[in-house]
């Protein structure tokens, strides 16, 4: 059971300002029923002096997604929008009295929502989805999310990671992603560039090296998760494989496959595909 | 305020009889079993008596029982045991939908290199039968599949499984953790190898269990050490809980047919009372094979977590599939398997009841719940054009 504070208590069971205003100044609306939690701020902002007056919420979540949701309709009620966007979601927990690790990002979504509506507010289209990189498949969440929140909260972990945004917390594939990502924010050496391949690899040596690959890069990787898979035959520059294991009838399956393939273009050669035989 | 307890597929109150049963030999006889005097070896004839009464229970000899400390020691021993026992074997099938302790355990073995089939089950949580068929050669340790899902309740076809199992003389393992004391288990009947059950479940203490062992099936132990349990698994018997379990499943026996229709009496009503005040609700599992004691309830538009919750606030317990009370961010991987939505996973409710709940207390929840519900769907941004008709 979650230990929760009073106030965390408190606020899910007598919860304030819920529902919709009427013809809202702003919306902001994040999360989906898919991932688990959703929230629909509406906000009313007085014109001239950028005070905002009055918030309201809906929530579909938990116990906590509830209390950060009124929480955060709390805290920015009479600040202006410029004050409000200084609201942290650590703010928001604090104004909790904390929150369980695992549920930071109940208050992360508070802080989302916050902002898209005064984007909206403002008139500020958000970037199109396609130009964000996403780095978990399995709850969608972008590179620029998770470099957001590190730095915002000084996560070092793919686990704090995992609690901020619940990127990592489905099937896992991409924690060595959000690794490199952390690698990248807090190490002051870069991350050391691939070594330099030979221009033009004979037939022999690249079979070689997708052996290679193959056995130490991504069967580890795989096994970790309980799949696994075979290397069939490489025809030129297509990779044939078998899926075995828990990978057989895996929903991420495509996934899986457009991972090796990606993972065999960046070491070996850009002309490789991946076929499952 | 009282509890109102309706999450017994967790854990179940210790029977009063069972306890009193335990009591002497957690305070006064606590010798033993394997010492040369009598205080201690006495405990050796009472352990003995257990055995049979948790062998009366499932129709199994009293010499095909083994204790263990709980359900998932059990059901790792099984396993264990068929791949120590047939070394040249490198393959086992089990479901999707198993309790962690064999599919967790199915999972560990595929990383070290066994091959692992997860049989899939449909939308109403049933076994695909023609995957079962093609799933097993001769290269199959053992084929473990549970005999009724903890979550919904649904129950498999465990007699069909094993008369095919059988025929093929593939070992077999059911987990039945959740069927003993809620199913009549006739095991000189039944095409079984080895059956797991757990004594938490049943109204006895937790921190013990039993492997059921067919007379003749090869057996390999877990935990190696002493001479206890006939070499089949080591260290100081649990007496005071092993005599409780014996008493639990005594008590079991005897009220079996009775209880089974009290407690689906309960169900039926709850169910009814719930799927008539609550709008958009549905029920997940099979529900013509079914424990007598489980209802798997999914409320759209709202999260478990936030359900449990609300209802603790009444002393009313009960359980949900959703991501948020599993301490990962995975909801059920159960209802996954059976490709419910993912918006009705968030929202489902398991609600499990044995013999200590009354008709009282399902009138209670039935008046409470949608209450809740409602007022969680006020707060939800989801379904308001539904709900407003």
């Known amino acids: 059971m979650w230990d929760y504070t009073k106030k965390v208590k408190e606020l899910f069971l007598h919860p304030k300002n819920i529902g919709e205003i ?30 905002i007056t009055d918030a309201k919420f809906r929530t579909f979540g938990c116990a906590s997604a509830i209390a950060s949701s009124s929480a955060l309709t709390e805290v920015i009620k009479g600040k202006t929008i410029d004050e409000a966007l200084k609201i942290s979601n650590q703010d928001i927990a604090d104004y909790l009295g904390g929150l369980p690790k695992e549920k930071m990002h109940c208050s992360v979504m508070g ?25 978990c498949e399995c709850f969608e969440v972008s590179e620029e999310k998770i470099r957001k929140v590190a730095i915002e909260n000084h996560l070092t972990t793919v686990e704090d990671i995992t609690n901020y945004t619940k990127a990592g917390g489905g099937c896992g594939s991409c924690i060595p992603e959000i690794e490199a990502i952390l ?16 221009k033009k690899l004979t037939n022999l040596q690249k079979i070689a090296l997708i052996q290679d690959i193959i056995e130490k890069e991504i069967r580890p990787r795989l096994q970790a998760d309980g799949g696994d898979l075979e290397l069939i ?45 | 305020m009282k509890t109102i307890y309706f999450d017994n597929n967790a854990t179940t109150r210790i029977a009063p009889e069972v306890l009193e049963e335990m009591e002497p030999y957690l305070i006064d006889l606590y010798g033993n079993p394997s010492s040369m005097h009598t205080f201690g070896g006495q405990l050796h004839n009472k352990i003995e008596e257990a055995r049979a009464k948790v062998g009366g229970l499932i129709g199994a000899e009293p010499e095909e029982i083994v204790f263990m400390s709980c359900g998932t020691e059990s059901d790792n021993t099984a396993l264990k045991s068929a791949i120590e026992s047939y070394p040249q074997k490198r393959h086992i099938v089990t479901t999707r939908v198993e309790h962690p302790a064999v599919f967790n355990f199915a999972k560990h073995l595929a990383r070290k290199g066994y091959r692992a089939t997860f049989l899939p089950v449909d939308n109403r949580g049933r076994l695909d039968m ?8 001769d290269d199959t340790a053992v084929v473990s599949i549970m005999y009724a899902n903890n979550e919904t309740g ?23 953790v959740q069927a003993v004391g809620k199913l009549p288990i006739d095991l000189k009947r039944l095409p079984i190898d080895m059956l797991s059950l757990s004594g938490h479940k049943l109204h006895a203490p937790k921190g013990i269990g039993a492997l059921y062992v067919r007379k003749g099936t090869r057996f390999y132990p877990y935990i190696i050490g002493g001479h206890q349990e006939n070499g089949r698994r080591a260290g100081t018997e649990n007496v005071g809980s092993i005599i409780g379990l014996g008493k639990a499943c ?66 009313i317990c ?28 968030h929202g489902s409710i398991r609600f499990s009841l044995s013999r200590y709940n009354t008709e009282a207390e399902i009138d209670k929840v039935s008046e409470i719940m949608p209450k809740i519900i409602k007022e969680l769907r006020e707060l939800s941004p989801f379904g308001k054009e539904k709900i407003k008709k």
């Open chain 1, 22 to 51: 009427g013809n809202p100044d702003a919306i902001g609306e994040v999360g989906s029923m898919i991932c688990g939690d959703a929230l629909r701020l509406t906000l009313k902002i007085d014109e001239k002096s950028n005070k």
């Open chain 1, 111 to 135: 802080r989302e929502a916050l902002e898209a509506a005064i984007a909206n507010y403002r008139g500020e289209k958000k970037a199109p989805e396609k130009e964000e990189k996403i780095i």
């Open chain 1, 183 to 198: 690698k990248d924010i807090w190490f002051v050496k870069p991350v050391p560039e691939k070594p330099a391949m030979p």
């Open chain 1, 233 to 277: 035959d490489i025809e030129g520059n297509k990779v044939i494989i078998g899926l075995r294991a828990m990978c057989v009838g895996c929903l991420m399956g495509d996934v899986t496959i457009k991972g090796i393939e990606d993972k065999l273009k960046e070491l070996v050669s850009d002309d490789i595909t991946v076929e499952v035989g």
């Open chain 2, 130 to 137: 023609d995957a079962f068929s093609k799933a097993f050669d």
């Open chain 2, 154 to 176: 649904v129950i498999f076809p465990i007699e069909e499984i094993g008369g095919i199992l059988r025929e093929r003389k593939i070992l077999f393992h059911t987990d039945a």
């Open chain 2, 250 to 315: 005594e008590l079991a026996g005897k009220n079996l047919e009775k209880e089974t229709a009290y407690l689906s009496k309960l169900r039926n009503k709850l169910e009814r009372n719930l799927l008539k005040d609550c709008p958009d609700v549905r029920i997940n599992g099979d529900t013509e094979h079914r424990l007598p004691n489980t209802t798997n309830i999914s409320f759209e538009y709202v999260e478990g977590e936030a359900i449990l919750l609300r209802l603790n606030e009444y002393g």
């Open chain 2, 318 to 345: 009960a359980s949900s599939g959703s991501a948020c009370t599993s301490g990962s961010l995975e909801p059920s991987h159960v209802l996954r398997a059976m490709g419910i939505p993912f918006t009705a996973i």
